[in-house]
Nanobody, 125 residues
């Protein structure tokens, strides 16, 4: 069972920054597409950003583009999400996800095999 472990969430004022980290097992991490999703209370889980196994291709949701940056370090089995210029509407539980198959959309939670437990991000106005 692959287990992803997120860290770095917390409380920040609007306009501030937070950095999230996600550690994954080494055997599958370096060949996996990784992503961040988020889920606010009463809402569906939504796509935030994704990065291919080599780090050469990254996609972002429009509502975070220009403010968030996804990156990875395969030597450390870690994927990161740097979040700048945070807004109250960014408040959510943020989840790390791993995709080991080539089927399924990278933008949908259904396309990912493994998930972390989530980390809370709260942005105050």
């Amino acid at each position: 069972q692959v287990q992803l472990i997120e860290s770095g969430g917390g409380l920040v004022q609007a306009g501030g920054s937070l950095s999230l980290s996600c550690v994954a097992p080494g055997r599958t991490f370096s060949s996996s597409t990784m992503a961040w999703f988020r889920q606010a209370p009463g809402k569906e889980r939504e796509f935030v950003a994704t990065i291919t196994w080599s780090g050469s291709t990254r996609y972002y949701a429009d509502y975070v583009k220009g403010r968030f940056t996804i990156s990875r370090d395969n030597a450390k089995n870690t994927v990161y999400l740097q979040m700048n210029s945070l807004k109250p509407e960014d408040t959510a539980v943020y989840y790390c996800a791993s995709k080991t198959s080539t089927t399924g959309s990278v933008y949908s939670p259904l396309g990912y095999n493994y998930w972390g437990q989530g980390t809370q991000v709260t942005v105050s106005s």
